[in-house]
C-alpha cells in the first residue's frame, strides 16, 4: 500500500512539471503576441490566457509545496492582473521583465526537478531584482477599488439585469458584515424574542451600528399588538464566517427575511478564493458556497424563488437564472458573482479540453510501436507461410488480418504525430532577444504550422533548427541601415516553412538578408583545400562546403556564430535522422536551406527489390514509377549512365555494379523511377517483389560505414532486408557519372 502512495504522488507531480511547461509556453507565446498586437483590442484574450497561465503557475506550485516559486508567481499575477483592470498599461519594458520572469520561473522548475540542488546566490539576487522590479509596475491598493476599476456589466450578459445597481452601491462599512433582517407579523405568537438574538450576535464579535426599521409599522388604530412589525439594519465586526452569522438566527427562518452581505474588504478576498479553486467542472452556486459567501440554506432559498418566479400560469416569463436573483435579493455582490462565473467558462472550457485528450508516458507509447513493429513482422512470416498453402480460406483470413494489423500501425502511428508549429514558435522569442542584442528589426514568418511530424523527429530536429535561425539572424539579416541603404525595407523577414513533398516532410528556413558571397566561400575553399584552383563547380556543389567542419568565411566572431563550429554539426545531425540538406542562395536577395526528412522512423510503407540473393527496401512514398529495360540498353552507354525515359533524361544507377553482385543478371531487368529532393533517378535492381510494410531496425556500430543504407527490416523469411538512403544515392548521382 505504501509503494501505490509513493508512485501516485510522484505522478502528480510529473504532471505538474509537465502542465508547467505548458504553462510557461502558453506565457511566453503570450507576450509575444501582445507585444506584436500593442494598443490592439483584440490582444484582450491574449491578456487573460497570460494572466491564467501565471494564476496556474501560482496555485499549482503551492499546492505542490514549492513555497519561492508560488510566492514569485503572485506577484506576477498581481501585476498582470493591475494591467487585466486597465490600472496599468503594457509596455515592451514590462513585457521584456515579464520574459525575464519566464525564464527564472523555468530554472526554478528545473531545480525543483531535482530536490537535491539548491537555489545558488545569484539565482537569489535575481529572484529579489525582478521582485522589486515587478513591485514597481503594481498600483497600490489605496488606488484602486476593492472591486476593481473595470467591472463590466455588459460581459454578464443576460446573468444579471442592466438596471439594477443595488450591489454595486451598498451603504456599509469596509470592514463590517452588514446584515438586514425583516420580522414576519408573527414572530411574537410563535413565542420569538429578536432581542435575544441580537444579543447572541453581539457576543460572537462587536455591532458596531444598528437602525431599527419602523417602515412597516401602520397606523395606530390598525395595529395589532401581538404582531411584529420592526426591522433591523445592522453593521456587525468579527472574525466570523457567513454560515455563522446565518446559524445565530437559525430559529428565526421561518419568521423573517435575513440577508447577510460581506464586508467589502472580502470581496477580493472572495475573488482570489475563487480563482484558486481547482479547474473542476462546478456550477456558480457550488464556487460561491465553496468559498464561503454563500450558504447552503440560501441556495435553497434562491432555487425556491426561482421556482416560484418562473412559473407564473398562463404567462410566458423569460427564465431568470440564479446569478440575476442573488444580486438582486443583495445575497452576493455582483463583483464576485462575475469571478464565479469567469471561473466556471474557464473550468468549462479546461473540462472540454480534458475530454479530448489523455496523456500517456511517452515510455508506454514506444514500447507501443515496438510491440507494433513485431506484430507486422510476424504477421508478415504468417503471410509467407499461408502463400505456400492451398488454403483458400485460410489466405483470406490471412488477408483480412493483414489488412487490420496495417490499419492498427497506421493509429498507432498517428498517435505519435504533432504539429510541428509549437517548435516553430519557440523561435520568436530567439529572434526577439537576438534583434535586441544585435540592434536589429526582424519579422518571424510561419507557415505550415500544423504539418505533423513523427515526435521523435521533432525533438531531434529542434537544435539543428536552432542553429540555422540563428545563423540567419546573425549572418543573413543586415541591419536596419545597411537595409535601406540597398533599399530593401528597414525590417528583415526570416520565413520557417513546413509541407509534405514526395514521402517525406521538407522545411525551409529562408531570409530576405545579403546571402552568400560566392567569390569569399571560393577562395576560402580553395585556402583549405576543399576546391582545386582550376576546378569548374557549380553553386549547389560550392555551397555544400559550408557544411564542413570548421568553415567559417565570418570576419569577426560573435557570441551568437562565426567560429565555423555548427553547420557540420547540423548536417550530421540531420542525416542521421535519413535526411538531407540543400543550400541555396543569390547574393543580396537571401538564402534558403531546404531540410528533407522522412515522416516518421519506426515502420513505413516499402517496396521491396531483389539484386542477385539479396533483398533492398526503398521507401514507397518516394518511388514514382517501374518499367522493364533490356540488358543491352544498359550497356556501353556512350556519355554516362542516362536513358531516355519518354523523351526525359534520367541519370540511373545498376545497383548490380554498385554493390559488385557477382551473379548472372536476368535478361529482362526492371528500373525503379525514385525521386527525393525534386531530383530523380533509376535504380536498376534484378526483381520487383511489390509492397512491403516495412519496421525500420536500426544498424549497428559496426556497420557505421554503410553510407548508402539508412536501415534494416526483417521478411516474413526471417531473411534481413537493408533500406536504402535514396537521397545520399540521389546525392550521389548528383555530383558523379558511374
Partial sequence: MESNKKYTAQDALNTFFIESEEMLAVAESSLLDIEKTEGNEDSEDTLNALFRAAHTLKGS??????????????????????????????????????????????????????????????LLQTQNKLKASLDKYIVSSEQVSPEGSKIDDAALGDILPQEDKKCCDMNILNDCWHISLRFFADLFRNSLDPQSFISYLDGLGEIIHIIAIKDAIPPIEKMDPESCYLGFEIDFRGDVTKERIEDVFEFLMDDCDLRIVPPESNITEYVELIQQLPESPMRVGEILQ???????????????????????????????????????????????????????????????????????NALKLDNLINLVGELVITSANVRQLVECSSDRELLSSVSVMSRLIEEIRD?????????????????????????????????????????????????????????????????????????????????????????????????????????????????????????????????????????????????KVSNISGRGVGMDVVRQNIESLRGSVVLMSKENEGTTIRIHLPLTLAIIDGFLVKVG???????????????????????????GNFINLRGDVLPFLRLRDFFSEESEAPELEKIIVVESTRKKIGLVVDRLMGEFQTVVKPLGEIFHSLQWVSGSTILGTGEVALILDVPKLIQKMQYSVI
Fill in 613 to 639: 540473393d539479396f533483398s533492398y527496401v526503398l521507401p514507397l512514398d518516394m518511388v514514382v514509377e517501374c518499367t522493364d529495360i533490356i540488358k543491352e540498353d544498359l550497356n556501353h552507354k556512350d556519355g
Fill in 61 to 122: 506550485s503551492g499546492m505542490f509545496g514549492f513555497i519561492e516559486l508560488e510566492s514569485f508567481c503572485h506577484v506576477a499575477e498581481n501585476l498582470l492582473d493591475q494591467v487585466r483592470k486597465g490600472n496599468i498599461s503594457m509596455d515592451s519594458e514590462m513585457i521584456s521583465l515579464l520574459l525575464e520572469c519566464h525564464d527564472f520561473v523555468k530554472i526554478m522548475l528545473s531545480l525543483a526537478h531535482d530536490p537535491e540542488k539548491k537555489a545558488d546566490d545569484e
Fill in 411 to 555: 493509429s498507432t502511428m498517428n498517435v505519435r504525430m504533432v504539429q510541428i508549429g509549437e517548435t516553430f514558435k519557440r523561435f520568436e522569442r530567439i529572434i526577439r532577444d537576438l534583434c535586441r542584442d544585435r540592434g536589429k528589426k526582424i519579422e518571424l514568418v510561419i507557415n505550415g504550422g500544423d504539418t505533423e511530424l513523427d515526435k521523435t523527429l521533432v525533438e531531434q530536429i529542434t537544435d539543428p533548427l536552432m542553429h540555422l535561425v540563428r545563423n540567419a539572424v546573425d549572418h543573413g539579416i543586415e541591419s536596419p541601415q545597411e537595409r535601406i541603404a540597398k533599399g530593401k525595407p528597414e525590417k528583415g523577414t526570416v520565413h520557417l516553412d513546413a509541407h509534405h513533398e514526395t514521402g517525406s516532410i521538407v522545411i525551409e528556413i529562408k531570409d530576405d538578408g545579403q546571402g552568400l558571397n560566392r567569390e569569399k566561400i571560393l577562395a576560402k575553399a580553395i585556402d583549405r583545400g576543399l576546391v582545386q584552383h582550376d576546378q569548374q563547380i557549380n553553386d549547389d556543389e560550392l555551397f555544400q562546403v559550408i557544411f564542413e567542419a570548421g568553415f567559417s568565411t565570418a570576419d
Fill in 290 to 360: 465553496q468559498i464561503g459567501t454563500l450558504t447552503e440554506a440560501e441556495i435553497k432559498k434562491v432555487l425556491s424563488m426561482q421556482k416560484d418566479q418562473n412559473s407564473v400560469a398562463g404567462e410566458f416569463i423569460p427564465e431568470k437564472l440564479m446569478g440575476e436573483i442573488l444580486v438582486e435579493e443583495q445575497m452576493v455582490q455582483k463583483s464576485v458573482l462575475k469571478a464565479a462565473i469567469e471561473k466556471q467558462q474557464i473550468t468549462k472550457t479546461f473540462d472540454d479540453k480534458s475530454r479530448d485528450t489523455i496523456r500517456v
